[in-house]
T-cell receptor, first 113, second 113 residues
Framework: GDSVTQMEGPVTLSEEAFLTINCTYT??????LFWYVQYPGEGLQLLLK?????DKGSNKGFEATYRKETTSFHLEKGSVQVSDSAVYFC????????????FGDGTTLTVKP | DADVTQTPRNRITKTGKRIMLECSQT?????MYWYRQDPGLGLRLIYY???????NKGEISDGYSVSRQAQAKFSLSLESAIPNQTALYFC????????????FGPGTRLTVL
C-alpha cells in the first residue's frame, strides 16, 4: 500500500537558518504530493503541492520538488522565522482515489530567536 | 468567518457515554472527511463521504459512526466512548476530484476519562 515517511522531529533551528524536512513516499501509481502546515491550536492548511514529476511547489518561501526517481518531496526554506514554528505534514493523494490522502506522521519545527 | 467549523472545540466525557462531534462547511464542497490525530501517528482517516448518499469507512472506523445530514454538515458519533478514543479530531472537505487540496477545520480535542 501507499505510505509517506517523514524525517523524525522535533527539529529546532535558530532564526534565519536553512530548513530541510525530508519526505519520501511509497506509491502504487503517480500521486500528487502535498505539504500541509499545522500552527498551534489550528487545523492543517495547505502549504504547497506538486501534481507531477519534476514539478516544484512553492509558497511563503518554502519549496519542494517532486522527485520521481528518488520518490521524495523534501521541504526547504532558505531562512526560517519564528513564525514558521509549526508541525509540517507530507501527504499524497491520487486522482482516482476519491480524494483520500495518506499523511506522514508530521515533523515539529521550533524556530528560536 | 471560517470555512470549516467544528463543535465543540473541546470536550471531556466519561467512558460509556455517547458523544457527537459536528462539522459544518461553507465551501460548497461535496467531499467531507473525519480524521483523528494522535501524537506520533499523524492523521488517520475514520470516515469519508462523497455526497449526502455516499458514506465510506476509512482505516479506523470501528467504534465510530457518521451522519451526512446535508452537503454542508457531517457529524461523527462515538456510541460508547472509551479512553483510547482520546485524541484530536479533524473534519476536512475537498471539491469533487481526486487529488484535490483538503481544507481542515480547527479540530475538536476529545478526552475520554
Amino acid at each position: 500500500g501507499d505510505s509517506v515517511t517523514q524525517m523524525e522531529g522535533p527539529v529546532t533551528l535558530s532564526e534565519e537558518a536553512f530548513l530541510t524536512i525530508n519526505c519520501t513516499y511509497t506509491a502504487t501509481g503517480y500521486p500528487s504530493l502535498f505539504w500541509y502546515v499545522q500552527y498551534p491550536g489550528e487545523g492543517l492548511q495547505l502549504l504547497l503541492k506538486a501534481t507531477k514529476a519534476d514539478d516544484k511547489g512553492s509558497n511563503k518561501g518554502f519549496e519542494a520538488t517532486y522527485r520521481k526517481e528518488t520518490t521524495s518531496f523534501h521541504l526547504e526554506k532558505g531562512s526560517v522565522q519564528v513564525s514558521d514554528s509549526a508541525v509540517y505534514f507530507c501527504a499524497l493523494s491520487y486522482d482516482t482515489n476519491a480524494g483520500k490522502s495518506t499523511f506522514g506522521d508530521g515533523t515539529t519545527l521550533t524556530v528560536k530567536p | 468567518d471560517a470555512d470549516v467549523t467544528q463543535t465543540p472545540r473541546n470536550r471531556i466525557t466519561k467512558t460509556g457515554k455517547r458523544i457527537m462531534l459536528e462539522c459544518s462547511q461553507t465551501k460548497g464542497h461535496d467531499r467531507m472527511y473525519w480524521y483523528r490525530q494522535d501524537p506520533g501517528l499523524g492523521l488517520r482517516l475514520i470516515y469519508y463521504s462523497f455526497d449526502v448518499k455516499d458514506i465510506n469507512k476509512g482505516e479506523i472506523s470501528d467504534g465510530y459512526s457518521v451522519s451526512r445530514q446535508a452537503q454542508a454538515k457531517f457529524s461523527l458519533s462515538l456510541e460508547s466512548a472509551i479512553p483510547n478514543q482520546t485524541a484530536l479530531y479533524f473534519c476536512a472537505t475537498s471539491p469533487s476530484g481526486g487529488a484535490d487540496t483538503q481544507y481542515f477545520g480547527p479540530g475538536t480535542r476529545l478526552t475520554v476519562l
